[in-house]
C-alpha cells in the first residue's frame, strides 16, 4: 500500500510527458489541509434523512438529459457500491445542485465550507495559465473531494480500489468528463482543451485527493486479519 503512486491515475503508456499537472506547492497545500482533515474527523453516524437527501440528488442528476453522456459512470460506481456522497462530490464541479448538498451534508457534520478551508492565493497548476474563476472552482472541488473522503475515508476507499495500489478507471473517468464539461462552460472559460491535457490534469488532482488518505485503508487491511485471527480463537 505504501507504494501507491502517481500511476494510479495517470494516462495510458505512450503519452509521453505529462501536459499539464498540479504545482509542487498546491500539492503541499491540498496534502496539509487533509491531514487537518482527519484530525478533527468527526466519528458520527450518517442520519437516514441525510442518506435519503443525497440519493434524490444522484436521481435528479441522472434524470437531466444535458448529462447523459455521464450515466454509464455514475452507473458503474454506483455498482461499486461507491458512497454517493462521494459521486455527487465529483459532480459538485458543474452541478449546483449536487455542491448544494454536498456543502449541507459537510456543514450538518461539522466541517467548514471549502472556501473556508484552504487558501486560494496559490498557483494550483505548474502553468497558472488557470483565470481566476477557474481556479476558484477547482481549488473548491479539490476541497469538497477531500473533505468528504476525510469523513468517508474506508467507506469510500475500500469500495474504490480495484487492487493494493489503483482505483478503478471509473472515477478518473467520470472526473475526467466532468473537467471537459466545466471547461465548456461559460464559467470554465469555454476552453477546449486536449483530452489528453484534461486526462493528465485530472489524474494529477485525484492523486492529490486520494494519496493522503491511503494509509486509514493500510491501517484497516492490517486489522482485518487481526479481527479474523481473534474470531478463530
Known amino acids: 500500500m505504501s507504494d501507491f503512486g502517481p500511476e494510479s491515475f495517470a494516462p495510458g503508456e505512450g503519452g509521453g510527458r505529462a501536459p499539464e499537472e498540479l504545482s509542487e506547492e498546491a500539492k503541499q497545500r491540498f496534502a496539509a489541509a487533509a491531514a ?3 484530525a478533527i474527523r468527526r466519528e458520527e453516524k450518517r442520519s437516514r434523512k441525510r442518506d ?3 440519493a434524490k440528488a444522484i436521481i435528479q442528476f441522472l434524470n437531466d438529459d444535458r448529462h447523459t453522456h455521464l450515466f454509464v459512470l455514475i452507473s458503474r460506481l454506483v455498482a461499486r457500491d461507491c458512497p454517493s456522497i462521494f459521486i455527487l462530490a465529483i459532480l459538485s464541479l458543474i452541478s449546483e445542485d449536487s455542491r448544494d448538498v454536498v456543502q449541507q451534508y459537510l456543514k450538518e457534520l461539522g466541517q ?3 472556501q473556508e478551508t484552504i ?3 496559490m498557483s494550483l497548476t505548474k502553468s497558472g495559465d488557470l483565470d481566476s474563476l477557474a481556479h476558484s472552482s477547482l481549488v473548491e472541488w479539490i476541497t469538497r473531494m477531500q473533505m468528504v473522503l476525510s469523513l ?3 467507506p469510500i476507499l475500500m469500495k474504490l480500489l480495484v487492487d493494493e495500489r489503483n482505483i478503478d478507471g471509473s472515477v ?3 472526473a475526467t468528463f466532468v473537467l471537459q464539461d466545466y471547461f465548456h462552460s461559460p464559467s470554465g472559460g469555454k476552453k477546449s482543451l486536449p ?3 484534461l486526462h493528465a490534469l485530472t489524474g494529477s488532482i485525484l492523486q492529490t485527493v486520494f494519496v493522503p488518505f491511503m494509509d486509514a485503508v493500510e491501517k484497516k487491511s492490517l486489522q482485518k486479519p487481526r479481527d479474523e485471527e481473534d474470531d478463530n480463537q
Open 52 to 54: 435519503d437527501r443525497v
Open 36 to 38: 487537518a482533515m482527519q
Open 195 to 197: 483530452f489528453e491535457k
Open 172 to 174: 478518473l473517468q467520470l
Open 152 to 154: 468517508e475515508t474506508v
Open 119 to 121: 487558501s486560494e492565493t
Open 112 to 114: 467548514q465550507t471549502d
